[in-house]
């Protein structure tokens, strides 16, 4: 275990290969598993297995690359999957992020740390003409968490990526239901009631103006989403999740525009993922950042 501090927070870093990072769905360089501020209140959860798909060993703040070249490999040969290494395909499907696959190289990956700051370098093996290099650096200061990524394109194939860091947020362990509120400046104005998710059903989640709450307490998960069309484009985009009887909450601000938001929920988790969306052609390269704050109301002036 990696950990990072400062004055009012300690960040737990898994490292890779070990559990829980080391499922073939989120990105191994990173993978922040527990975020603990002023010693006590605690903002990371474990993906729950009571879900419509097997558990995918997500927790906390870790992010996930999304590309899927497993349609170009036949059946026995290997295809990439970012941030993870290169997955032997098993059968004639395309990759499935919750599987357990069982021929897996990894990536090689090194990272150094001081007292507040990580930084875990991804090396490529090259498959498909896919080859990518992605450098991350994780710094810790007073009550925030910044994450700089840059990732390299040396391969010989443009690639087109939706990255978004999962967010399994759980504010001191407080199950879902009206006292989570999360809210953006960007968002639209949401109608005060309750929504449907985004198979057209009758979902958990209600609008609270330019937010997203909980009409009541749910054990089936729940979602919502927010097309980029309908957010206001401006960089950063900024969120905040309060939980109302822990009197604490948590901040972001991600420096890109995003694809959309996807809002998802369940027993004591409430993830907004912002969804970053970006071209990367041969010998090119991309850098994006996030940052995350975490307070409690009795240290906050109004």
């Known amino acids: 275990m990696i950990t990072l501090s400062s004055d009012r927070l300690r960040v737990e870093i898994a490292e890779p290969g070990v559990s829980p990072n080391n499922k073939t769905r989120f990105d191994r360089a990173g993978y922040i598993s527990d975020v603990i501020l002023d010693g006590g209140i605690y903002f990371a959860a474990s993906e729950p297995r ?15 690359f999304r590309f899927d070249a497993s349609a170009e490999a036949a059946i026995g040969e290997y295809f990439p999957k970012l941030g993870v290494g290169l997955i032997r395909k098993e059968e004639d499907k395309k990759y499935i992020f919750h599987r357990a696959y069982k021929d897996v190289l990894p990536y ?21 003409g896919y080859a990518v290099r992605t450098t991350k650096t994780i ?24 990255e978004f860091c999962h967010n399994f947020i759980s504010i001191d362990g407080m199950a879902v239901g009206s006292d989570y509120e999360l809210t953006s400046p960007r968002f639209p104005e949401i109608k005060k009631e309750r929504l449907n998710n985004r198979r057209g059903f009758s979902g958990s989640m ?19 989403a927010v097309l980029g069309c309908d957010l206001e484009q401006t960089v950063p985009f900024t969120w905040r999740m309060i939980h109302k009887g822990a009197r604490a909450y948590v901040e972001g601000e991600d420096y890109f525009i995003p694809k959309f938001v996807s809002i998802w929920g369940v027993d004591h ?3 907004p993922e912002i969804i970053h969306e970006f071209t990367v052609k041969p010998g090119g390269e991309h850098s994006w950042k996030r940052v995350l704050r975490f307070n409690t109301y009795y240290r906050e002036v109004n």
Request: glycine share 10%; with cysteine; charged share 15%.
């Open 50 to 64: 009571n879900l419509v798909h097997p558990c995918s060993g997500g927790r906390g703040f870790c992010n996930e």
């Open 108 to 128: 090689p990956i090194e990272y150094s740390c001081t007292a507040n700051q990580a930084v875990f370098v991804t090396s490529p093996i090259p498959c498909l």
């Open 139 to 162: 710094t810790v200061e007073g009550n925030s968490i910044t994450t700089k990524i840059t990732l390299e394109n040396v391969g010989n194939k443009e690639i087109t990526v939706n």
């Open 206 to 224: 209600r609008g609270i103006g330019r937010g997203i709450s909980f009409c009541e307490f749910t054990a089936i998960d729940t979602d919502y």
């Open 269 to 271: 988790i409430m993830s």
